[in-house]
């Protein structure tokens, strides 16, 4: 026996031993009424048990002698019943491979594509939410930090009416005289009644020595210096100037708006007018109900006023800044502070900018602030649409495997 027969004699061999094993074992499952759809299997490998062993009969070299090779010669009965069967056992496994691939191997692909796509949509909306939620806290703190921005040019814009109110009073000409005689009647007389005719809350007029002559609207006494007042001192000089002013208070200081014209007679400062317009939380309502904005105001770290309103209607106030990142940032570091923190006690958005006086001195910040749950509740109404929008996607997606799933449920009862 050559090599190549011995091969194929041994391998043949070995196939249909191994053969009658499974078939052995198939049908002790069968009987027992286990996997039913087994039976074709069995019946494949019982026509391919005999094909393998007429080929190893065939490798035999005896066979091809005497009455036995007229059987096993080329294109004889023994090639004809070989083929047949080994066409046959093929045909049989090619019909169970498709029953099983139909009935345990699809659903399982069923199963695992809709265990991927609800997966994805979980991941997808986890991931969605987050990237959403930062976005909007990056969004909402930008459109915060405009805020306070645009509150510091109105700032800037109340400080060049204030300075346009003084020069309109200092060019009453009767205010010269009184502040060269230091004529506090006269000077009154000349004032008028600032309060009413231009919205101030005080006015001053001081002779060339920044004392005092007159006062209306403020407390303060005849004779008192504003000589180191930084306005003051730059009126004096001869300047129009306007400026963010920290008032010292008897409980806590205050934020004004002070701005000043000089009063000259030929070529000389004889004296100026002062006036002041308050920070308060009125203002800063007015402001908010044009603009929009929701701002506090502080004066160092006491906090002066407010738009932001408690659930009575109330203004939402703390005694002082209760953050200390946003003290150190705007109060310390002069920089500009962009992140979350507390306003009595309820969480915001926050962004805040130092208040300078004219001379560069920080007096205190501008805050404004957006209630977290304000975004929150946005942020739900969002998802929500979303998650729903999502949803929908994946039952779509997935409805083309659900009547896969049925055409394979109703193909293995027919099967069993």
Do not use: C
């Amino acid at each position: 026996m050559t090599l190549p027969e011995l091969t194929i004699f041994i391998a043949t061999l070995l196939g249909a031993i191994i053969g009658l094993g499974l078939i052995a074992r198939l049908i002790a499952h069968i009987t027992r009424g286990q996997t039913k759809e087994l039976k074709t299997l069995a019946a494949a490998m019982a026509l391919l048990v005999p094909a393998w062993l007429l080929e190893a009969i065939n490798a035999l070299p005896s066979v091809h002698s005497g009455f036995l090779a007229i059987i096993f010669e080329p294109f004889g009965l023994a090639w004809y019943v070989e083929h047949f069967l080994i066409l046959a056992g093929v045909a049989l496994l090619v019909i169970w491979s498709w029953h099983y691939i139909t009935l345990r191997l699809l659903p399982q692909f069923y199963l695992a594509v809709v265990a991927i796509g609800l997966t994805s949509f979980v991941l997808s909306t986890v991931i969605f939410t987050t990237v959403l939620f930062n976005t909007a806290e990056q969004q909402a703190l930008k459109s915060i930090e405009a805020d306070v921005r645009t509150y510091a040019l109105v700032l800037s814009e109340l400080t060049d009416r204030t300075i346009f109110t003084s020069a309109a009073i200092g060019a009453r000409g009767g205010l010269i005289s009184a502040a060269q005689d230091n004529n506090s009647d006269q000077a009154r007389d000349e004032l008028g009644d600032p309060i009413t005719d231009y919205k101030v809350s005080a006015a001053y007029v001081l002779n060339a020595g920044g004392e005092i002559i007159t006062t209306i609207g403020a407390e303060s006494i005849i004779g008192q210096s504003f000589a180191q007042d930084p306005v003051a001192i730059r009126v004096l000089k001869g300047e129009l100037a306007g400026s963010p002013i920290l008032q010292p208070g008897p409980e806590a200081p205050a934020i004004i708006i002070r701005a000043g014209t000089p009063l000259v007679n030929d070529g000389q400062v004889v004296g100026a007018i002062l006036v002041d317009t308050p920070l308060d939380t009125a203002f800063v309502d007015r402001v908010g109900n044009v603009t929009g904005l929701s701002v506090t105001v502080y004066a160092e770290q006491a906090l002066v006023a407010t738009t932001l309103r408690d659930d009575n209607g109330r203004p939402l106030v703390a005694a002082t800044i209760e953050d200390p990142e946003i003290i150190n940032t705007t109060l310390h570091e002069g920089k500009i502070f962009s992140g979350t923190s507390s306003f009595a006690s309820q969480p915001y958005f926050v962004a805040a900018i130092p208040l300078t006086n004219i001379d560069g001195v920080r007096i205190g910040a501008l805050a404004a602030g957006l209630p977290e749950q304000e975004l929150l509740d946005a942020l739900k109404a969002g998802t929500q649409t979303s998650f729903l929008v999502a949803f929908g996607l994946l039952l779509l997606s997935l409805a083309p495997f659900f009547f896969l799933a049925k055409f394979l449920a109703k193909s293995a009862s027919e099967a069993r």
